[in-house]
């Protein structure tokens, strides 16, 4: 029997027409006046307690390193109850998770104290969260604004069709700033594996709380990026209106949430870390040193990739170039390509020793990432570079291994570090790949702090044998990867990627070959 419908399908060119015709073009920003963070008044205790503590420095800034997951979120939340004029958050990610969560409740509370509250959000991050922001925007003391955003609210897809190159370029930095006198900038984004508060996989990563000058041009960059024309509120995007009851009832939800965490796991571990112990008692330590804020400028996203006049890069570079004793770098995504492997080996050829300390295959949550590093791993080899690469396994391993206190099974690196000379030390979301240097726009604070520096190496250097795999080339020209059991210290020799899985193993090998590395 045949059924006939009267109903006519329609071809699939007009459906993808319909569908391209969804993604319509941004509309231009809508006109609005400058927008600053509040002058610093000296008239509330974090202002005073800054101001005197760096008086007999004129010029310098006070840091503090945050190298343990806990210690950082504890140093976002401690920064946000203390907050008394404004809050300046900028991120790539911003997870709607517990950490995430707990986070806006903290930055809606500050809000409701009177605390002016800007979160500028990269659209990558906001993917499917309009009605979240759109809430969070509806309080009076808070705005939103997304950067670089996608027309298209739900179907990305064919916008990366006819916006390659525009859409592909993001805002990767981070930072968040209190009363414009604090601020936090380095490598984490705001999500549970950037917290050590995942069930089943965290990031190594670091920060750096830095306060007096050097806040002025974060927060300066800051507000480069937020009057840009390149973010749009997130009230101009969104395809739909918040009520008032609405956004109340997002508010309402989000304090219910914090009030069912405050005697769950992840907050009972926060309590006792030592953060907020040396923040009581006046004990956190601090260097007072000269430190230089690099960031990319935001038209990067729109210029030419060759053109470097608003790159972080020209300013980072000549360290590079300098060292003659010690270069240690430590960076999750690590593509130097040939002029990198060049740098890297006059480092070598001046005496220097050069350390790279990056994911494994089994580490690296980008497979084709791994598979373009990969080809520069026999050049920087016989340049006389060290490479080590991250376990994915680490049983047993605890705080003093680059930060995390968790015993967690699954570790990936996500540190943006470089340590010039044990001298000065670039902590930031600078990867040392094509997409970081080129496409995306990204931040960093340079200390010049021996102090600092040394401590971070030590802690690095130490642990690297229980920690990482070595890579070495053997007499026959071939890698293999030299690892130590922490419990046992027996030395084990494996002849291809430990603990990678075929699947691993595969889409790193067939990536390799695809003329994509100028996008990772």
Request: proline share 5%; with cysteine; glycine share 8%.
């Amino acid at each position: 029997m045949t059924v006939r419908s009267n109903k006519k399908t329609p071809p699939l060119g007009l459906i993808l027409i319909f569908l391209l015709s969804g993604c319509a073009s941004l509309a231009p920003p809508v006109e609005r006046d400058l927008q600053t963070t509040p002058a610093v008044a000296n008239d509330t205790e974090l202002d005073r307690v800054i101001a005197a503590t760096l008086a007999p420095f004129p010029g310098n800034s006070g840091a503090h390193f945050l190298k343990d997951g806990l210690d950082a979120f504890a140093a976002r939340l401690a920064g946000a109850d203390r907050a008394s004029r404004s809050i300046d958050a900028q991120y790539y990610l911003f997870h709607d998770d517990v950490t995430g969560r707990l986070l806006a409740h903290r930055l809606l509370s500050a809000a409701n104290r009177g605390v002016e509250v800007r979160l500028l959000l990269d659209d990558i991050g906001a993917r499917g969260r309009d009605s979240d922001f759109l809430a969070l925007d509806a309080h009076p003391n808070i705005d939103v604004r997304i950067f670089n955003p996608f027309a298209n609210r739900r179907f990305r897809l064919f916008e990366y069709l006819y916006r390659f190159g525009v859409v592909t370029r993001r805002m990767h930095n981070k930072s968040m700033i209190i009363d414009g006198v604090v601020a936090i900038a380095g490598g984490r984004n705001v999500g549970d594996e950037y917290y050590d508060a995942h069930e089943a996989s965290n990031f190594l990563d670091m920060d750096v709380m830095v306060f007096g000058s050097a806040v002025e041009d974060i927060s300066g960059q800051y507000d480069e990026y937020w009057n840009s024309r390149f973010s749009y509120s997130i009230g101009e995007l969104a395809k739909k209106q918040m009520t008032r009851d609405e956004a109340g009832a997002g508010w309402a939800q989000l304090a219910q949430y914090a009030e069912m965490q405050k005697d769950g796991v992840y907050l009972t571990r926060l309590r006792e870390t030592p953060f907020f112990d040396h923040l009581q008692a006046g004990t956190l330590p601090v260097v007072i040193a000269p430190a230089l804020v690099l960031s990319d400028r935001p038209e990067k996203i729109h210029l030419p990739l060759e053109d470097d006049s608003t790159h972080l890069g020209p300013a980072l570079w000549p360290l590079f170039r300098q060292v003659s004793e010690e270069l240690l770098i430590l960076n999750p995504y690590f593509i130097p390509g040939h002029d990198g492997v060049a740098a890297l080996a006059e480092a070598v050829s001046r005496g220097g020793r050069v350390i790279v300390l990056t994911n494994s295959l089994a580490s690296n949550d980008v497979a084709i990432v791994h598979g373009h590093y990969a080809k520069y791993r026999k050049p920087l080899l016989r340049a006389g570079v060290e490479i080590y690469e991250l376990k994915v396994d680490r049983p047993g391993i605890n705080s003093s291994d680059l930060g995390t206190e968790a015993d967690e099974s699954h570790m990936s690196l996500h540190v943006k570090t470089f340590i010039f000379d044990r001298k000065k030390t670039f902590i930031g979301s600078l990867n040392l790949d094509p997409r970081s240097v080129y496409q995306n726009t990204e931040l960093g604070v340079i200390v010049e702090d021996i102090g600092m520096a040394e401590e971070i190496a030590v802690i690095t250097l130490d642990r690297l044998p229980d920690i990482a795999y070595q890579v070495g080339l053997d007499e026959s020209d071939r890698l293999f990867w030299l690892g130590r059991n922490p419990d046992t210290h027996e030395m084990t020799r494996y002849h291809r990627e430990p603990e990678a899985g075929i699947f691993q193993r595969i889409l790193a090998a067939v990536s390799r070959v695809l003329p994509v590395e100028g996008q990772l």
